[in-house]
């Protein structure tokens, strides 16, 4: 697989912002992902009218480095909001949109994509100076700016590392897994990780010199730790000695630094009330239901149970279309959300696929006398519906499970209980594929923007305005789709030809079997609670945003910062309140003194320190004195021009340090003819002192 195809995304990748102002455009709230980062966090605390710091877009042709104004949200959808320069009021000339997750590790100096918390300037000693359009709105941008950051909330101080730290896998490159054959879905085979994007793992087989690789999310039903076949009794094409040994790693818990253990991968925890219906009845062989077709995700179709496997896994066959070796059956947990009960289409008003061959209109019961067969009792099928927005119409990136290098253009055209059908734009229906709502290979949009990958743009020809580059859902130009069939049952004579699974064709010749997906991997282990550890929300996983406290961030103007009243979960992002825009040297403590210092004069940060000395100390003492503590003079000048004004007077906003170019960005003097070549001046002037990076 060519590689550079992720390496140069940007140039052929799908961009949203072509969308987002069209009417009733909708995407899907970042918070019914439950494989997204910040998902449970999102919706409470990413709010209109927050504040942040973004480029300056408005700024004079005369500056040569990026500079930086404060922002208001108007609006979000997915992981984009949409931005409004304070000062702008109803003016909406300048607005844009920005992915809010999306961090830019390389400082050009030219362009910053970022959306920073607002203090980040300060901190980093970039200026912030007022778009042109507007600098002459005022004659005193600070109090302006007083009056419109009190009291706003902002973005946490380190919201941006909290982002990378939830896009982490805990998988590493070179780990061993057991992973579905897409040469032949009854199998699994021993796989390599060999690149990591996103919690989205590529793997490569092991002894297959010309496989080209697959993705698969880390939280997919598709991959198992080792030994998991071994523990389950699914089919394994591996070496003896892998097999042996993965079984022994299973059961006395010992694994190498390679291999995927089953804390990486844990078992499928089944919920209270589930458990207790699998104490008194159990599937077994032979048992008729409806699941989605493994290899054209679109249908819903006749299945049957064809074995039963340890651990409450179970291998499914699509009736009337799998092949006579058994290759396309699928393995599924009992509590996978991908199997119904027989008469669950009806019921929802979808559409079932009738075994291939069947001439007659489809009835359950009368093809139940025919097959001398039964139904999968119903009380099997409990399921735990998630609390989640999706609606039709909303727009999503998802993956696309037949050729799953590709994440697409998609919108969800309908939502039944938890299945979504999920359309992927400028393709026909015979395309779509049914996914759960807590499926991890759904993205809220931006997501590939977040994390560099390529968003595969729509077909063309839809009045859309996407990269000439394109990729057929599901393979290349090539792929063929099954016929659909009628309600007769004359499906699945052709299947979909897709660069990913490969499979024989399925014929009438096959038995009445079904195929199947596994829910989660590992074996079923019964508790009360309803999820694993692994499988926390948001919140209580790793997410450690922690507290601003007031000597740790400045909000734009210096400000002062609480905690949001609203925030109070543990382990919780907690969004910054702007307490006070601006504060005085006096108010500030010894150790925001020395934190202001330590930069680009260290030995008076060490004697603040030392000597507990506060702003409103340093506002009463000279040069010299501060010499006298063992500061050199040198530094000990410099450290006052950091801290008070040339003038003498007390410094309400710092120059640099944390605080670094806020004063320089926002100087207007009264007398001053040319307000906007002042304030650029100014922070030009204040740019030069800086060294620290």
Same mark, same amino acid.
């Given at each position: /697989?060519?590689?550079?195809?992720?390496?140069?995304?940007?140039?052929?990748?799908? &961009?949203?912002?072509?969308?987002? +102002?069209?009417?009733?455009?909708?995407?899907?709230?970042?918070?019914?992902?439950?494989?997204?980062?910040?998902?449970?966090?999102? $919706?409470?605390?990413?709010?209109?009218?927050?504040?942040?710091?973004?480029?300056?877009?408005?700024?004079?042709?005369?500056?040569?480095?990026?500079?930086?104004?404060?922002?208001?949200?108007?609006?979000?959808?997915?992981?984009?909001?949409?931005?409004?320069?304070?000062?702008?009021?109803?003016?909406?000339?300048?607005?844009?949109?920005?992915?809010?997750?999306?961090?830019?590790?390389? @400082?050009?100096?030219?362009?910053?994509?970022?959306?920073?918390?607002?203090?980040?300037?300060?901190?980093?000693?970039?200026?912030?100076?007022?778009?042109?359009?507007?600098?002459?709105?005022?004659?005193?941008?600070?109090?302006?700016?007083?009056?419109?950051?009190?009291?706003?909330?902002?973005?946490?101080?380190?919201?941006?590392?909290?982002?990378?730290?939830?896009?982490?896998?805990?998988?590493?490159?070179?780990?061993?897994?057991? $992973?579905?054959?897409?040469?032949?879905?009854?199998?699994?085979?021993?796989?390599?990780?060999?690149?990591?994007?996103?919690?989205?793992?590529?793997?490569?087989?092991?002894?297959?010199?010309?496989?080209?690789?697959? !993705?698969?999310?880390?939280?997919?039903?598709?991959?198992?730790?080792?030994?998991?076949?071994?523990?389950?009794?699914?089919?394994?094409?591996?070496?003896?000695?892998?097999?042996?040994?993965?079984?022994?790693?299973?059961?006395?818990?010992?694994?190498? =630094?390679?291999?995927?253990? !089953?804390?990486?991968?844990?078992?499928?925890?089944?919920?209270?009330?589930?458990?207790?219906?699998?104490?008194?009845?159990?599937?077994?062989?032979? /048992?008729?239901?409806?699941?989605? +077709?493994?290899?054209?995700?679109?249908?819903? #179709?006749?299945?049957?149970?064809?074995?039963?496997?340890?651990?409450?896994?179970?291998?499914?066959?699509? &009736?009337?279309?799998?092949?006579?070796?058994?290759?396309?059956?699928? #393995?599924?947990?009992?509590?996978?959300?991908?199997?119904?009960?027989?008469?669950?289409?009806?019921?929802?008003?979808?559409?079932?696929?009738?075994?291939?061959?069947?001439?007659?209109?489809? +009835?359950?019961?009368?093809?139940?006398?025919?097959?001398?067969?039964?139904?999968?009792?119903?009380?099997?099928?409990?399921?735990?519906?998630?609390?989640?927005?999706?609606?039709?119409?909303?727009?999503?990136?998802?993956? +696309?499970?037949? @050729? =799953?290098?590709?994440?697409?253009?998609?919108?969800?055209?309908?939502?039944?209980?938890?299945?979504?059908?999920?359309?992927?734009?400028?393709?026909?229906?015979?395309?779509?594929?049914?996914?759960?709502?807590?499926?991890?290979?759904?993205?809220?949009?931006?997501?590939?923007?977040?994390?560099?990958?390529?968003?595969?743009?729509?077909?063309?020809?839809?009045?859309?305005?996407?990269?000439?580059?394109?990729?057929?859902?599901?393979?290349?130009?090539?792929? %063929?789709?099954?016929?659909?069939?009628?309600?007769?049952?004359?499906?699945?004579?052709?299947?979909?030809?897709?660069?990913?699974?490969?499979?024989?064709?399925?014929?009438?010749?096959?038995?009445?079997?079904?195929?199947?997906?596994?829910?989660?991997?590992?074996?079923?282990?019964?508790?009360?609670? =309803?999820?694993?550890?692994?499988?926390?929300?948001?919140?209580?996983?790793?997410?450690?945003?922690?507290?601003? /406290?007031?000597?740790?961030?400045?909000?734009?103007?210096?400000?002062?910062?609480?905690?949001?009243?609203?925030?109070?979960?543990?382990?919780?992002?907690?969004?910054?309140?702007? %307490?006070?825009?601006?504060?005085?040297?006096?108010?500030?403590? #010894?150790?925001?003194?020395?934190?202001?210092?330590?930069?680009?004069?260290?030995?008076?940060?060490?004697?603040?320190?030392?000597?507990?000395?506060?702003?409103?100390?340093?506002?009463?003492?000279?040069?010299?004195?501060?010499?006298?503590?063992?500061?050199?003079? &040198?530094?000990?000048?410099?450290?006052?021009?950091?801290?008070?004004?040339?003038?003498?007077?007390?410094?309400?906003?710092?120059?640099?340090?944390?605080?670094?170019?806020?004063? $320089?960005?926002?100087?207007?003097?009264?007398?001053?003819?040319? =307000?906007?070549?002042?304030?650029?001046? $100014?922070?030009?002037?204040?740019?030069?002192?800086?060294?620290?990076?």
């Amino acid at each position: /697989m060519d590689l550079e195809f992720f390496y140069h995304y940007k140039s052929r990748s799908f &961009d949203w912002r072509t969308m987002l +102002d069209k009417p009733q455009f909708k995407a899907g709230p970042v918070s019914s992902f439950k494989f997204a980062p910040l998902s449970e966090w999102w $919706a409470r605390n990413v709010t209109v009218d927050m504040k942040v710091e973004v480029q300056n877009h408005d700024a004079s042709d005369i500056i040569q480095r990026v500079v930086y104004w404060v922002a208001s949200i108007l609006e979000v959808k997915g992981y984009f909001v949409k931005l409004r320069y304070v000062g702008f009021e109803n003016d909406a000339s300048m607005d844009f949109w920005a992915n809010l997750c999306y961090v830019q590790e390389e @400082d050009t100096h030219l362009v910053d994509h970022s959306v920073h918390h607002v203090g980040w300037c300060a901190v980093h000693e970039r200026p912030l100076v007022p778009p042109k359009t507007i600098e002459n709105n005022t004659n005193n941008w600070r109090d302006y700016m007083v009056r419109r950051l009190t009291g706003s909330k902002t973005l946490p101080h380190n919201f941006h590392k909290v982002v990378r730290e939830k896009l982490k896998s805990r998988f590493e490159i070179g780990m061993r897994v057991e $992973a579905v054959d897409k040469t032949r879905l009854s199998s699994l085979r021993v796989a390599v990780v060999q690149k990591i994007v996103g919690r989205r793992l590529f793997v490569k087989y092991e002894r297959m010199e010309d496989d080209e690789g697959f !993705w698969f999310h880390e939280k997919s039903p598709m991959i198992h730790p080792v030994g998991w076949a071994r523990m389950t009794g699914h089919e394994l094409l591996s070496t003896e000695e892998y097999a042996k040994n993965s079984l022994s790693k299973a059961l006395n818990n010992k694994f190498g =630094p390679k291999d995927a253990s !089953w804390t990486l991968l844990p078992p499928i925890v089944v919920h209270e009330e589930v458990a207790a219906e699998f104490e008194t009845t159990r599937f077994e062989v032979g /048992m008729k239901l409806e699941v989605i +077709d493994p290899l054209n995700l679109s249908m819903i #179709c006749v299945g049957t149970v064809f074995k039963v496997l340890r651990s409450h896994f179970l291998m499914i066959a699509v &009736d009337g279309a799998t092949s006579p070796n058994g290759s396309d059956l699928m #393995c599924y947990h009992a509590t996978s959300p991908y199997i119904f009960p027989a008469g669950f289409c009806k019921a929802a008003g979808v559409a079932l696929q009738p075994p291939h061959g069947y001439k007659k209109k489809f +009835d359950w019961d009368e093809y139940l006398r025919e097959t001398e067969s039964r139904a999968a009792p119903m009380n099997l099928f409990k399921r735990v519906l998630p609390a989640h927005e999706f609606q039709p119409g909303q727009w999503v990136e998802a993956v +696309d499970l037949m @050729d =799953p290098k590709l994440v697409c253009v998609a919108q969800v055209t309908r939502v039944v209980d938890r299945l979504l059908r999920i359309h992927f734009e400028g393709w026909d229906e015979s395309y779509d594929q049914w996914v759960d709502c807590e499926s991890p290979d759904i993205f809220p949009i931006g997501w590939c923007d977040m994390v560099e990958y390529l968003l595969t743009p729509p077909n063309t020809g839809n009045g859309l305005e996407t990269p000439v580059h394109l990729q057929t859902p599901g393979g290349a130009a090539a792929r %063929k789709k099954r016929e659909s069939g009628n309600a007769t049952g004359g499906g699945r004579a052709k299947k979909k030809k897709r660069m990913g699974f490969k499979g024989e064709s399925r014929t009438s010749g096959g038995k009445s079997f079904p195929h199947a997906r596994s829910a989660n991997s590992g074996t079923v282990e019964i508790k009360n609670e =309803p999820t694993t550890a692994d499988d926390e929300p948001e919140d209580a996983m790793a997410l450690e945003i922690a507290v601003p /406290m007031e000597n740790e961030i400045v909000p734009t103007v210096n400000a002062n910062v609480v905690e949001d009243a609203s925030s109070t979960q543990e382990n919780e992002p907690s969004v910054t309140v702007i %307490k006070e825009a601006l504060s005085p040297l006096k108010s500030w403590s #010894c150790e925001r003194v020395a934190d202001h210092l330590k930069t680009q004069c260290p030995n008076t940060a060490q004697a603040v320190t030392a000597n507990k000395l506060t702003g409103e100390q340093l506002e009463t003492m000279t040069a010299a004195e501060l010499a006298a503590l063992g500061v050199p003079l &040198d530094e000990a000048k410099t450290s006052f021009e950091l801290l008070l004004k040339k003038d003498g007077g007390q410094a309400p906003v710092a120059v640099t340090g944390t605080n670094g170019g806020i004063e $320089a960005a926002l100087a207007k003097s009264a007398s001053t003819r040319e =307000p906007r070549l002042s304030a650029v001046t $100014a922070a030009a002037d204040v740019d030069s002192n800086n060294t620290s990076r």
